[in-house]
């Protein structure tokens, strides 16, 4: 059962040792994602966490994972699971960002352990959907995080070019993801959204799935949430968004 799910972006920035020279303006992004994953972790000792990738990089990863962001600057070492709660393994060099992001989150929150699944930006609203349907109809108790970005095209400094609909775009999310609008991030447009380079769109519509989900034993699918927006901006062009729902 899921009662609790913090959704956080996930840039590379947010690990100070990649962006020595840039702290201070990434202090409050950080600040909030570790605020919203130390919350989450009052739910379980384990995660089940979601994020997007590509093609290649899709699919499940197991607990036993381990990684390095050293593709992205530093050679900081992750993994999904601490040391005694799971057999050594060998660190992997590629591993995709989510599972990286999702091995430093884990530590700097303290829990035990977390799999990811990583689906493709591009995939369609019913897939992400189902995915989370069957996310939420575990039987196992769980935090549920969930990672990713909004537009990468505000103004000039914009890796993705600047794009006039943007703001307008995250500001949309922003709003849905601090009320837990289910009906306004299940209707993102992914055409748009991929466009304006938000990989998050796919994943915040895994978590409509869960959070529309029926859980096990349950009689009727009356699901309430409460939503909280912890962090909304976009520094350096790309949008980030952090929140908090819970199962009321």
Avoid: N
Wanted: charged share 25%; proline share 6%.
């Amino acid at each position: 059962m899921i009662d609790r799910v913090a959704l956080v972006p996930q840039p590379p920035l947010l690990v100070p040792e990649l962006v020595p020279g840039v702290l201070r303006e990434t202090g409050a992004v950080r600040e909030a994602a570790e605020e919203a994953v130390r919350w989450l972790r009052g739910e379980a000792d384990r995660w089940l966490a979601v994020g997007p990738g590509d093609g290649e990089s899709c699919g499940h990863y197991e607990p036993w994972r381990h990684g390095s962001f050293v593709g992205f600057g530093a050679d900081v070492r992750v993994s999904l699971a601490d040391p005694d709660d799971t057999a050594p393994g060998e660190v992997t060099a590629d591993l995709p960002l989510p599972v990286l992001m999702t091995g430093w989150l884990r530590a700097r929150a303290g829990v035990a352990r977390a799999a990811v699944e990583v689906v493709d930006a591009g995939c369609a609203p019913e897939e992400c959907a189902r995915l989370g349907r069957r996310l939420g109809r575990r039987d196992e108790r769980a935090g549920l995080l969930v990672l990713g970005d909004g537009s990468t095209r505000h103004g000039q400094r914009a890796p993705g070019g600047p794009d006039d609909r943007a703001a307008g775009f995250d500001e949309t999310v922003a709003a849905a993801l601090g009320e837990v609008d289910l009906e306004a991030l299940g209707s993102l447009d992914a055409a748009e959204a991929a466009e304006l380079g938000a990989s998050g769109r796919a994943t915040w519509q895994v978590a409509v799935g869960m959070a529309r989900s029926r859980a096990v034993g349950d009689a009727e699918d009356d699901r309430k949430w409460r939503g909280e927006m912890l962090y909304s901006g976009a520094p350096f062009g790309v949008g980030y968004h952090v929140a908090i729902w819970e199962r009321v």
